[in-house]
Nanobody, 126 residues
Framework: QVQLVESGGGSVQAGGSLRLSCAAS????????MGWFRQAPGKERERVAA????????YYADSVKGRFTISQDNAKNTVYLQMNSLKPEDTAMYYC???????????????????WGQGTQVTVSS
């Protein structure tokens, strides 16, 4: 049974940092595209970052470039999203997603991802 479990969300002031984790289990192949998406109330889901676990290539949305870093620990089957210089507009529910058997498209499309976590809330106050 495939599972994606996010953790690390919380409330911070603008300029602060958080690190989100996505622990994956149940996959039969270690190579997959892992993505982070976010959705704020009343807004559409937005792609944030992605990484191909088979080679390490990454993608970042323009809105987070230079502030967020996606990384992986294959030994732990975990993908991280380090978020620095957080802004109030980063406030959203953050979701981890997996696209099995394929590398990441650039930009990644949410419809490509066949497994999703339950989400972790990030709130940034001004």
């Amino acid at each position: 049974q495939v599972q994606l479990v996010e953790s690390g969300g919380g409330s911070v002031q603008a300029g602060g940092s958080l690190r989100l984790s996505c622990a994956a289990s149940g996959f039969t192949d270690s190579r997959r595209c892992m993505g982070w998406f976010r959705q704020a109330p009343g807004k559409e889901r937005e792609r944030v970052a992605a990484i191909y676990t088979g080679g390490g290539s990454t993608y970042y949305a323009d809105s987070v470039k230079g502030r967020f870093t996606i990384s992986q620990d294959n030994a732990k089957n975990t993908v991280y999203l380090q978020m620095n210089s957080l802004k109030p507009e980063d406030t959203a529910m953050y979701y981890c997603a997996a696209r099995t058997y394929y590398s990441c498209r650039s930009p990644p499309q949410s419809a490509d991802f066949n497994y999703w976590g339950q989400g972790t809330q990030v709130t940034v106050s001004s």
